[in-house]
């Protein structure tokens, strides 16, 4: 929560859905929650649209793509092994 404003902003309740926050802090946050309609509802719209994105597949990566990055790991694999000796 900042802390010149009594709600909660958008990448502290994302933190929160995302497990980073716990313990006192995490606490205080979910009381606040739930006392505060807005900041509840806030926390419910960011929760559905990572939802809505974790449902969508994601795009297959083109091909020359996939070439050039099996080429750079095929590079540094074979510093690494240089390296090595």
């Known amino acids: 929560m900042r802390r010149q404003s009594a709600h909660v902003d958008a990448e502290v309740l994302a933190e929160l ?35 809505l994105l974790a449902s969508v597949p994601s795009p297959r990566m083109p091909d020359d793509v996939v ?14 092994r240089k390296s090595v000796v």
Do not use: M, V
């Open 67 to 80: 070439t050039r990055l099996n080429a750079t790991l095929a590079q540094e694999a074979a510093r690494d």
């Open 17 to 51: 859905s995302a497990g980073l926050i716990d313990g006192k802090r995490a606490t205080r946050i979910h009381a606040h929650l739930a006392g505060c309609q807005r900041c509840a509802q806030h926390s419910a719209s960011l929760t559905e649209i990572s939802t």
